[in-house]
């Protein structure tokens, strides 16, 4: 317990220390930094419906992001989650366009279904090179985001294209109606439920499954594994395609939910940050939905901010970029801090 | 004694050093005169390496100071210690096996730098190896070299800088006998071109054959010595680096592990429980005829048969490379079998995997305890219950915390010292590592035990429980392979030892062993 406490602990210091770098950076570029902090706050929590804006954003990145997490945790670096993401929305809309016209009872589950399978596909390939050949996952799965980024832009101004489009960005046909799962601010029942189960499901399969202890004993060190009769390969494989396929269901929600259809580069930094998330969290479940609720909050922020402070909305992606930084950055230093600080409480 | 007589060469006084919660080394004092040869010694956790790691700077103490030449050293620096001539030679080896000789000298001299060129290079270092009596190609990589020369240009690179001070830590836990009488004549060598060389060994025989005198540590704390090796007896050093407070253990045991016995006069101590069964009873393990694919990871087996009785130790003899690897990997089911058999009880296994061969009851303690035993990065409780998992269903329930503390009670049982069993593999000492592989591998539905170097780098009271745990499970009836380059481990507890060679099996000896013979078979001298 105490070595994940420290954990929290040396994560909740690295974002500390992002948004004192950047609130340096906004006061010296001439706002005030007490204000830009201040009003990030009240975009994330305090305004009124702010729970639910950062609901909105903050479900289908915990989605992606404890994904991301059990991946990492049984050693793959699947930093593909954005193409991933993408694939499943595609499958997702290319199954509501096949099935248009049948009862929603049966059209949601099937695209659920396919947005996940579209997902898992996505990261198939990559895991498979990686165990036939020892190709480097981070290279293919980064590739597979740029090839999904094609993809969703021949879609969306191809076979899936809307017609009555205002031509500013190729996007699909609108979902019919009956087949949305949540009105444009992105909340609802459904999608609630989905984040839950999802997140009950992966808790169970990460720390009350024999699958959830091998699969990180894997990614910690194969080769021990190994001589003790597992195939190594299956379980890295079997959590990269749950990632994958997690991803894809992040991308059903948001196509089926708030944005009711697919468009051209919509959300493109959600596979980034969801990574971010599952770093920030150390992949832990639990700490990946704290985390994911922080940083939808942070999204929703970004809304609010070019009207409060008129700042623009991607000072957002600074403060993201920072925690990033310092995430990944060599942890020495916070290390000796927070030792420092243990010895002092005894 | 010159001690009093000239400036040590290396003195600390009053070192502390703490991990944590744990003390490696406490208000240690120790000088070492000039030009000698001098051992430190003593059980595993005794704190040698911790001080080796202060002297050459990479550990910096609680407390303590350190002088070199009378000259205080700052510690904690690496660079500094060096400047001062400080060098240490590192239990695993540090060079980049990539690197070509001549390169690994460059990168390990202070003053890198500047535009150079392979021949440039080859030039500059080709004299340095050779007064060193290094006899390799300065243009050989670092990987194509065997060990002895590895640590040969080890040696090499710690003294590019014309080092004063050589600390070696546990040189000879790698090499073969003759790799190590190399070593012993290039560290005489060093002695009298006025290197003073502190050696931290294990076996008391080493000590007496090559130091000019013996430090012994315990528990981090300084227990005799610098005591000169002319004086010493045998039995009385392994009481030192042992202690009072140990059981007693029977004579030949102790001989063994402390190596302080004379090889040729090793008398059988391991009492055979009952006469070898009935051989109407099929063996149960039979290696017939196997010959395996070349691979990377080690020399093939070439028509190799191997039988193993319940309730029998079979030790596997060999200078390290001879196909002992490949042997286990075999049985493990993970070597490409070209032709052959591999039956558990009569039973063909040639095509089960292993996960299906550890459910028949094969149990392996691999080579390599912290790669291949363990994940050092996980938990106590994770690396103990992974080889009960692994036999079941993936996706089945399991509760964590009852799997504590059935690791709990295992590991008390198994004597492992430990605070909490979700603290790391990586912080338990050499000797708990072992032990916490043993309570994984030996449990009750054990029944072929292969264990591939079992005693490697353990200090004398780990290695007997290794070796007691093994005989334990031997008198139950399991059958044991003990893998082991250690021939004074092997006579003392095998009931046959086998020899092997280039992957073939080359000899099998019953007790009385005659070293001459089976020394002659490693070799191949006999053929």
């Not at chain 1, 379980?235 to 468009?263: V, Y």
């Not at chain 1, 409060?308 to 930084?325: F, K």
């Not at chain 2, 001080?51 to 303590?64: I, K």
Request: aromatic share 6%; net charge neutral; glycine share 10%.
């Amino acid at each position: 317990m105490s070595g994940q406490l420290t954990s929290v602990l040396r994560s909740l210091v690295f974002v500390l220390f992002a948004l004192l770098l950047c609130s340096a950076i906004f006061q010296t570029s001439g706002f005030s930094a007490v204000q830009v902090l201040n009003s990030i706050a009240e975009g994330a929590f305090l305004r009124p419906n702010a729970a639910a804006q950062s609901l909105r954003w903050g479900l289908p990145l915990f989605i992606t992001a404890v994904g991301v997490a059990i991946s990492f945790r049984a050693g793959y670096f699947n930093i593909g989650a954005q193409g991933q993401f993408y694939i499943g929305s595609i499958a997702a809309a290319i199954c509501a366009e096949v099935l248009t016209g049948a009862p929603a009872i049966i059209v949601i589950p099937a695209c659920f279904i396919a947005g996940m399978a579209g997902g898992a596909f996505w990261a198939l390939w990559p895991g498979l090179l990686r165990i036939r050949s020892g190709t480097d996952e981070v290279i293919t799965t980064l590739m597979g985001n740029f090839l999904a980024s094609l993809l969703l832009i021949y879609v969306t101004s191809g076979p899936l294209k809307d017609p009555s489009g205002s031509g500013q960005q190729a996007s699909s046909r609108p979902l019919d109606s009956s087949y949305r799962i949540s009105d444009s601010l992105g909340v609802s029942p459904v999608i609630v439920t989905t984040a839950l189960v999802t997140g009950l499901a992966m808790w169970l399969l990460v720390n009350r499954s024999a699958f959830g202890v091998l699969a990180g004993l894997a990614g910690r060190n194969g080769q021990m594994i190994r001589w003790l009769g597992a195939k190594q390969w299956q379980l890295g494989l079997a959590s990269f395609l749950i990632s994958g396929a997690l991803a894809g269901l992040a991308g059903t929600l948001e196509f089926m939910g708030p944005n009711g259809r697919i468009s051209s580069g919509f959300l493109p930094a959600h596979g980034f940050t969801a990574i971010l998330i599952a770093l920030v969290a150390n992949t832990s479940v639990i700490g990946t939905a704290v985390a994911s609720l922080f940083f939808g909050g942070l999204a929703s922020a970004a809304l609010y901010l070019p009207i409060m402070v008129g700042l623009p909305a991607s000072a957002i992606d600074i403060i993201n970029a920072a925690i990033a930084l310092f995430i990944t950055a060599k942890s020495a230093f916070v290390d000796r801090l927070l030792r420092v600080g243990r010895r002092d409480h005894g | 004694m010159t001690r009093q007589s000239s400036v040590p060469a290396l003195s600390c006084s009053a070192v502390t050093v703490r991990y944590g919660p744990v003390t490696a080394i406490a208000g240690l004092s120790i000088e070492f005169a000039p030009d000698l040869i001098h051992a430190v010694v003593g059980q595993n956790g005794a704190g040698k390496t911790t001080f080796a790691r202060v002297a050459a700077g990479l550990v910096r103490p609680e407390h303590g100071q350190i002088t070199v030449n009378g000259r205080p050293l700052p510690t904690g620096s690496v660079p500094k210690a060096r400047a001062a001539g400080v060098e240490l030679v590192h239990q695993s080896f540090a060079l980049p096996p990539s690197f070509t000789i001549a390169e690994a000298m460059e990168f390990g001299s202070t003053r890198p730098g500047g535009i150079f060129s392979a021949r440039s290079l080859a030039r500059r270092w080709k004299s340095h190896l050779r007064d060193l009596d290094i006899s390799a190609d300065p243009n050989s990589r670092i990987r194509d070299l065997p060990i002895e020369i590895q640590q040969g240009v080890e040696i090499a690179r710690a003294l590019v800088t014309e080092s004063k001070l050589l600390i070696l830590d546990e040189p000879t836990a790698v090499l073969s006998p003759s790799g190590i009488e190399l070593l012993f004549d290039r560290i005489r060598r060093l002695k009298s071109m006025g290197v003073t060389v502190v050696l931290i060994l294990h076996k008391i025989r080493e000590v007496l054959a090559v130091a000019d005198t013996v430090t012994v540590l315990r528990g981090g704390k300084h227990v005799a010595g610098p005591l000169p090796c002319t004086e010493l007896e045998s039995a009385s050093l392994a009481r030192l680096i042992i202690g009072d407070g140990t059981t007693v253990r029977e004579g030949g045991d102790i001989k063994a592990l402390t190596g302080a016995g004379a090889p040729e006069s090793f008398e059988r101590t391991a009492v055979p429980v009952t006469e070898t069964p009935a051989r109407t009873t099929a063996p149960l393990l039979e290696i017939r005829t196997v010959s395996t694919a070349p691979d990377s990871e080690g020399p093939p087996l070439s028509q190799i048969d191997v039988s193993l009785q319940p309730g029998e130790i079979l030790g596997v003899a060999g200078v390290e490379g001879n196909g002992q690897r490949t042997l286990v990997r075999a049985i493990a089911g993970h070597a490409d079998l070209i032709s052959g058999t591999i039956l558990f009880s009569g039973a063909d296994v040639t095509r089960e995997n292993l996960t299906e061969r550890r459910r028949q009851g094969l149990r392996i303690i691999p080579f390599e305890r912290n790669t291949e035993g363990l994940s050092l990065t996980s938990s106590l409780w994770e690396n103990w219950s992974s080889g009960a998992l692994l036999q079941g269903s993936l996706l089945r329930y399991v509760r964590p915390a009852q799997m504590r503390a059935s690791c709990d009670t295992t590991l008390s049982r198994w004597d492992v010292l430990y605070h909490d069993c979700r603290q790391s593999a990586g912080s338990l000492s050499g000797g708990n590592a072992q032990k916490l592989i043993l309570a994984r591998e030996i449990d009750d539905e054990a029944r072929l035990i292969v264990a591939a170097q079992p005693g490697r780098g353990l200090d004398v009271g780990a290695t007997a429980f290794v070796w007691d745990a093994l005989r334990s499970a031997r008198d139950r009836g399991c059958g044991v392979l003990l893998i082991s380059s250690d021939l004074d481990e092997l006579f003392d507890i095998s009931d046959r030892v086998l020899v092997m060679l280039s992957g073939r099996s080359v000899g099998e000896y019953s007790a009385p062993y005659d070293l001459q013979a089976i020394g002659a078979a490693m070799t191949g001298a006999n053929q």
